[in-house]
């Protein structure tokens, strides 16, 4: 599965999407991905009137979004010095879900029985045991991205249960921006993807 980091980060822009400001996203505002926060953040004031509001984030451009990714989503974050096995798919969810990516792969790792730190940071010690999981998950003939998407997808749907308006992105199969699931499973073995009748058993308490 080898691909440069451009080519993750431009496929992330492609499941991500173009413009919209859902009021159940507490992203708010986000164009490519990127939410008006994190443009907020950077100083993107592409339109140059001395703030940075919606219609800056409507004129940011899919390479723009791309060039963010790759400085502050995956160089910043360290996620370069993971096993290359982990590196798209926790590209992707820092992307979706900032370092809580980090701390689902540090929470993985301990239930490993790993003593691993769970503070959302790729440090040292993340970087040793992640690798030293890596080997461990293969020489059991279980690939850690397939422990990591299932622990991703777990993710998604707990934070569904906690908070009803985001239940509509973990409810739908169809992919994109809202597919949470899909968007999990994408990084996972098809052998472990749930069934349609798993996946409804598991959402029907929404109602």
């Known amino acids: 599965m ?46 140059r009137d001395g703030k940075v509001t919606e219609g800056d984030v409507k004129l940011l451009t899919r390479k723009q979004a791309v060039d963010i990714y790759l400085q502050h989503y995956f160089t910043r974050p360290g996620i370069a010095s993971l096993p290359e096995v982990l590196q798209d798919t926790v590209f992707d969810m820092y992307v979706n879900a900032g370092s809580n990516a980090v701390r689902i792969l540090q929470r993985v790792l301990r239930k490993m029985g790993y003593d691993i730190a769970v503070d959302g940071a790729i440090g040292p010690q993340t970087i040793r045991i992640a690798h030293a999981g890596e080997r461990e998950a293969s020489q059991a003939g279980i690939s850690i991205r397939d422990i990591y998407g299932i622990a991703r997808r777990s993710y998604y749907l707990s934070l569904a249960d906690k908070r009803p308006a985001s239940r509509k992105y973990a409810r739908t199969r169809a992919g994109g921006k809202g597919g949470w699931i899909k968007r999990a499973e994408e990084f996972i073995d098809p052998r472990y993807h749930m069934t349609d009748a798993e996946f409804q058993a598991r959402v029907a308490a929404w109602g």
């Open 2 to 47: 080898p691909q440069s980091v451009r080519q993750m980060a431009e496929e992330i822009v492609a499941r991500e999407g173009g413009y919209v400001n859902d009021p159940d996203d507490p992203g708010g505002a986000t164009n490519h991905g990127v939410t008006i926060h994190t443009m907020r953040q950077l100083g993107l004031d592409l339109n």
